[in-house]
């Protein structure tokens, strides 16, 4: 072999030698792992104590209360925890289809710029997750999801924010949150008409309802009282006003500030008497404009105590947030006390739930043709 080619072959063995090195010493660096692989595998989820979500719009801090997992911003109104749960799972579980070099232009195109970038079109959703003594744990990028020929999701590109490695997973965060009010705990209460043994509305601090919903017996169709002369209870709007609480949700919520609920002149409130004994008081307000909200207090009624086959309520067996989530209080006294400091928002259609008129409990009164009734 003459030397002139040696020397060509030696420097060609030499270049591969140091591609194969860059190559080895890049996925080293970049904690590049095999296909199939779970991209946080070692993501101590029990340790997670905060959870923030940010867009380039929206951002929502999630913290873990003595009891209930908070969110930051609604004065530690409680979080939706199964939701919360789910996300940091999904993330634990997240396997790798494919990695490659992070570049400008893959950033870009792949919406994978942090949510603090000046370019909002190439922004994506960062997940930051820490544990009590602040230390993250995972910080992530989530960018574009892949579409299959199909049109059906094929996964989504995601970037460790300390590495330089784009990811293609296999699991989706496409409806992702970033908003506080989203992550809310929505449900305020849930009561079937039937355990609602009867429904007292009044005006201001009246002590005659402007109008009684009451059920004979369990299980019969509740009937209006008073029913004006010559006049029709619409019994489709009495179950509504029944049904107004299974279940009741939030738009919002703000803090009452530790004041009660205001009982004006004019100011309505629906009693719902509960067959186990439980009376629960709804104070709804609007500014006849787009603002629907209402306060909830509660309290054992003296009169409906329950009889010996409908016990009370018992109170839940504790448990922590990292067992389940935060079970739905139950007695009189622990619905006062999850409910009454907070005023809700909630949507228009459920605030007609409410009705406070008793006109509007009436069907229409039919008029004959010459226009008389």
Known sequence: MKGKTFLILLVAAG???????????KDEHTGQVKMGDKLFADLPVNAVTTVTIADSENKVVLIKGDKVWQVEGRNGYPADFDELRELVVKLSRLKIGRSFPASAESLARLSLMAPSSPDTSSTGKQITLRGASGEILADVLLGESRQTDSGEGGGQYLKKVDADTVFLVDGSFRFLKTAPAEW????ILNINAEEVKSVACYAGDARTPVYTLLRPERGETARMTPVPPGRTADQAKIDQVLEALAPLTL???????????????????LVYHLYDGRQISIYPQSDDKERFTLRVTAEDSIADTPAADEPASQPADEKTPAETTEPAPETARQLNEALSPWTFSIKKWQFDSFITEPLSLLEEVKKDADGTS
């Open 184 to 187: 809310l705990k929505k449900e």
């Open 15 to 25: 270049l591969l030698l140091a591609l194969w090195f860059f190559r080895v010493g």
């Open 251 to 269: 738009d919002d919520v703000q803090a009452a500030d530790g004041k009660p609920p205001v009982v004006e002149s004019g100011q309505a409130r």
